[in-house]
């Protein structure tokens, strides 16, 4: 548990890389007061526009993902292993199931964005200070130092690589809170993190996966992505032959 300065009786809940899972979402239970959503709402899972609709609702702030600015601009993906095979095979039913309203919102957020709560200055990214929008950044002190040399903000919140994490550098101090939607450090519970009262705390919940399963498996993908989500969700990481070279099968959305 980390320590930081910041004004009492202020909960602060961080998440991130909701993609499109809205049973993981909706289960959500912890309290607080203020709410931040640090990118990737959609892709992947099959629900993005009630997630949306949720985070316009109840996140003060909320920065925008790689994901997010994808979709927004309507990008076509390519990709043959993996994630980004995953990525290019569910973005169109994301972008069936999101309406003009929903990508505009998407495409109107911030980068990244310096807010002061109390007597803390915050930085939030999606990925990190030098690429908000597609660097992986891990819990490395090597890494983050010469990041954070033009950074004024006490505490530095982001998402991206779906690994929660706390980490000290200097006087300042990295938060990932892993994902809400599509963990991928092997616990397939839904990821977040609270702030409060000067604490940083990172919390897992049970959340309803097989709704989430029934929902791919109703869905009009190609078998072999259904394989792929239902290994996701329910292990929070891809066999390694998932992760290989993956054929490009042929659908449309209905």
């Known amino acids: 548990m980390v320590r930081v300065l910041q004004s009492r009786r202020m909960k602060i809940l961080l ?19 203020m709410c931040i959503c640090l990118g990737d709402l959609v892709d ?4 993005p526009g009630p997630c949306i609709d949720w985070v316009q609702a109840n996140c003060r702030y909320t ?76 819990a490395d002190v090597g890494f983050w130092e010469p990041r954070l040399h033009q950074v004024e903000a006490d505490i530095i919140c982001i998402g991206h690589t779906h690994h929660p994490f706390t980490l000290k550098v200097g006087r300042r101090t990295v ?22 009262d000067g604490e ?19 869905s009009p993908l190609p078998e072999e992505a259904k394989v792929m989500l239902r290994t996701v969700y329910r292990t929070a990481k891809l066999l390694p032959a998932q992760a290989m070279a993956t054929a490009k099968p042929q659908f449309e959305i209905g």
Do not use: K
């Not at 938060?175 to 409060?196: F, Y």
């Open 63 to 138: 920065v925008r993902g790689n994901h997010d600015h994808s979709v927004a601009q309507r990008v076509t993906m390519h990709g043959n292993n993996g994630y980004r095979w995953l990525t290019m095979i569910t973005r169109p039913i994301t972008l069936s199931r999101t309406t003009q309203r929903q990508r505009a919102f998407l495409s109107g957020l911030p980068l990244s964005q310096y807010v002061t709560i109390g007597n803390t200055r915050y930085l939030f990214v999606h990925a990190s200070p030098r690429d908000p929008l597609d660097e992986y950044a891990p």
């Open 15 to 33: 998440i991130s890389d909701i993609h499109g899972n809205y049973p993981a979402l909706a289960a959500l239970r912890e309290r607080y007061d």
């Open 200 to 218: 940083i705390r990172l919390l897992r919940y049970e959340y309803p996966i097989e709704e989430m399963i029934a929902d791919v498996d109703a």
């Open 44 to 47: 992947y899972g099959l629900q």
């Open 175 to 196: 938060i990932n809170p892993g994902s809400i939607g599509q963990p991928r450090d092997g616990d397939p519970r839904a990821s977040c993190a609270v702030i409060e």
